[in-house]
């Protein structure tokens, strides 16, 4: 939680600054305050933790990469928004022991709130008010990330989920394009949250699914299956009811081939 909300902090104040890019490649970019974020939270779990390694988006690993603990850190994610001026983005970081995720911190600093889990408990602190994480399907609000083909079920885009009627008519799409939204479905905001990609030690996945799981959600990969280090792609929804409706549209995709 510190970590996150040193980050956070950082965030908030270097908003609407002017910011220097940092071209990655592929039309991915960094900031000036991704660099700050990281290197606030990288200060604190040096401060902590000293002997354990670390994996952050923008200095890459530090300590030895096979680690019994590794700490995975997303110091802006949502950097594209943050760039155009929106406040949409969250500072993950999560603590891999052996093959599990046992703690992990969400924060979100357009509100100040901070959702974290010890891998059991998950609650959310906003000011000095704290409460558990409830989630529910009730919004109907379901979050799609576009950044990616979506290889796993063999779709050219993310967007051809969208284009499907019976999900369209049971939900409403969203897309927020920051990992925020897999720690919405977790407190209830979202009922639902989809996306491509290999989720082992991801920095930007790995503390919304921590804070799934610990509030009960159902989390799989993106054909059903059991969240595993080969796992790829995620849904994560508010319950079972609406992880099944989810998986249909999915598969109904994958068998059309769009």
Avoid at 140 to 151: F, I, K, T
Avoid at 155 to 175: K, M, N, Q
Wanted: aromatic content about 6%; charged content about 25%.
């Amino acid at each position: 939680m510190a970590a996150a909300l040193a980050g956070a902090e950082v965030v908030r104040e270097m908003f609407g600054a002017p910011l220097e890019r940092h071209d990655k490649g592929r039309g991915d970019f960094a900031t000036d305050a991704d660099l700050a974020s990281e290197a606030a939270v990288l200060e604190v779990l040096r401060y902590a933790r000293p002997d354990d390694a670390v994996l952050g988006e923008e200095t890459g690993r530090i300590g030895e990469s096979e680690s019994e603990r590794m700490w995975l850190v997303d110091p802006l994610c949502g950097t594209a928004n943050y760039a155009a001026g929106h406040l949409m983005v969250a500072v993950n970081v999560a603590l891999r022991e052996g093959t599990d995720i046992v703690a992990a911190a969400s924060a979100d600093p357009s509100t100040g709130e901070v959702y974290w889990t010890d891998g059991a408990n998950p609650l959310v602190r906003r000011g000095h008010v704290i409460r558990a994480l409830r989630p529910s399907a009730r919004t109907g609000l379901v979050d799609v990330n576009l950044e990616s083909p979506y290889p796993t079920i063999g779709l050219d885009h993310g967007s051809a989920l969208l284009a499907d009627s019976v999900f369209t008519e049971r939900f409403r799409p969203r897309v927020v394009s920051t990992t925020l939204a897999v720690a919405f479905v977790a407190a209830g905001k979202r009922a639902g949250y989809i996306t491509d990609g290999e989720m082992r030690d991801n920095v930007h996945f790995s503390a919304g699914v921590a804070l799934c799981l610990a509030a009960g959600c159902t989390v799989t990969d993106l054909r059903g299956e059991q969240l595993s280090s080969e796992a790829a792609g995620l849904i994560a929804a508010a319950d079972e009811e609406t992880h099944a409706a989810l998986l249909d549209v999915i598969a109904r995709q994958a068998e059309a081939g769009v």
